[in-house]
């Protein structure tokens, strides 16, 4: 693990980055649920392929510092232009769930570095068709339920959390108001997403509740030729779910970034 010092327009911001594996570049993203949602997924990506896996925590989570000028997922998506200039990495898989999928959209925007694109249950875009749950009036029970296919096997008893874990999952919900707001949309982003020029994968879980598969396909559709690939078995978070069966369709979009939408 290693903290890089990243001077921006909104100030130095010190980054949290872990790294797994050699060979082609993947930066993976985490969403609302902290950087242990992609851990796992990082660890099996770094075993199973050529990749160097690179694993940042989106400063506030985690315990780690968020200055207050790093108040927006664009700008946090800027932040990752920065890392990659500073890495100067090129040819980069950006994979991003949730609102890291949001913050891969906007790098992508962003970065010229970014060849390939995967967004697993991405939100950020505004739908009055499809809105997002209001994630911050959910108990943790409901939260469970709207992000997963099976959800008694991921349930939170508060009950059972030491001080120092309550204190991380405090100072993540801030974080994630802070970036996202309450609605986490942003009114610009559907029309924005149109200057995506990287392939680009939607993947998204059928049982997601968060962010619905019709919000997914019109996610898909605001991104010029991007695919779309419906998952089974899976909700919000497809990576922790059914790993497995993301890896295969992220390898087979690697190998083959022309993958056609399903029917």
């Known amino acids: 693990m290693a903290t890089y010092t990243l001077s921006t327009a909104f100030g130095d911001i010190p980054l949290t980055v872990s790294e797994r594996g050699q060979g082609r570049p993947v ?3 985490h969403g609302g649920a902290g950087p242990t949602s992609v851990a796992g997924f990082a660890d099996l990506m770094a075993a199973r392929a050529p990749l160097r896996v690179l694993t940042p925590v989106n400063p506030g989570f ?57 967004l697993v249950d991405a939100v950020g875009m505004e739908s009055a068709e499809h809105p997002v749950a ?60 149109a200057g995506i020029a990287a392939p680009t994968l939607v993947v998204w879980g059928e049982a997601d509740r968060i962010a619905t598969p019709a919000y997914g396909r019109q996610y898909a559709a605001a991104i010029p ?27 087979r979009f690697i190998g083959d970034p022309q993958l056609k939408s399903e029917a």
């Open 27 to 29: 930066l993976l993203l």
């Open 225 to 251: 030729g991007a695919a779309f690939q419906l998952m089974p078995d899976a909700g919000h978070l497809p990576q922790i779910e059914t790993p497995e069966a993301l890896l295969t369709i992220v390898d």
């Open 134 to 193: 209001d994630f911050f009036s959910l108990t943790l029970d409901q939260i469970a339920d709207f992000s997963y296919a099976n959800p008694d096997a991921y349930r939170i008893d508060p009950g059972a959390l030491t001080d120092a874990q309550k204190a991380v999952t405090a100072g993540n919900r801030a974080a994630l108001q802070a970036y996202g707001g309450r609605s986490m949309s942003d009114p610009s982003l559907e029309s924005r997403l």
């Open 62 to 118: 985690a315990g780690t510092p968020r200055p207050d000028g790093l108040d927006s997922i664009r700008r946090l998506g800027e932040l990752y232009r920065h890392l990659l200039d500073h890495l100067e990495l090129s040819g980069v898989t950006v994979i991003g769930s949730s609102i890291g999928g949001w913050a891969a959209a906007e790098l992508a925007l962003a970065s010229e570095r970014v060849e390939q694109l995967v």
